[in-house]
């Protein structure tokens, strides 16, 4: 395949600042920052209110992929205005986008591969399908549902817990994984892969 088609989006949703990064709400920064690394790119600001870092991923030569991965500066509900921003600027259809986001409904550290839907009431989810539609790729990092009574709100924006660190790195990697996999094999593959 070649990139005559153009490059891909994957956007990591998230809240940006120091106070954020180690929330689970911000999983999915942290697979975008892991995918940057394997390019070898570092993010810098870009116009569109977000960082990006432009590389290649998949084996060199013209099986592997021009990606344009990206963490929007907006919060996380206003996430949709940078990503449109991106795909104007890089001319990237939805159907190329691919957005990397935490998941209360399934169990940590479990993946889920899917292409289009609703939001499940995540806002960054919500920002990016007011903005351009559902037609886009989900790459969906299981968090689990809060303990007990505690609110969603809070518990999203708390850092993973020090049992949870344990395995967080091992379960980032496999996220990043599943990416290149969604974008150089298809869904249906990824989704045989990746879908735990």
Not at 13 to 22: H, I, K, Q, T, V
Not at 43 to 50: D, M, N, P
Not at 80 to 95: E, I, N, Q, R
């Amino acid at each position: 395949m070649s990139d005559a088609d153009g490059p891909w989006l994957v956007v990591g949703l998230g809240n940006p600042g120091p106070d954020y990064a180690a929330n689970r709400h911000n999983v999915g920064f942290m697979v975008a920052d892991l995918l940057a690394q394997r390019t070898g790119g570092r993010f810098k600001a870009h116009k569109a209110r977000a960082q990006v870092v432009e590389g290649r991923i998949g084996p060199p030569g013209p099986a592997g992929r021009r990606v344009v991965l990206a963490k929007p500066l907006s919060y996380m509900n206003l996430s949709g205005g940078p990503t449109t921003a991106l795909s104007d600027f890089y001319k990237v259809p939805a159907t190329r986008i691919v957005a990397i986001h935490d998941e209360l409904d399934i169990d940590y550290g479990t993946l889920r591969l899917k292409f289009g839907g609703g939001d499940n009431g995540h806002n960054g989810l919500k920002s990016l399908t007011k903005s351009f539609g559902p037609d886009y790729f989900r790459v969906r990092f299981g968090i689990g549902r809060p303990p007990g009574r505690m609110d969603v709100a809070a518990f999203v924006l708390k850092d993973f817990s020090s049992t949870e660190r344990k395995e967080l790195d091992y379960f980032v990697d496999r996220a990043a994984d599943a990416v290149e996999a969604l974008i150089l094999e298809g869904l249906e593959r990824a989704q045989g892969t990746y879908n735990s």
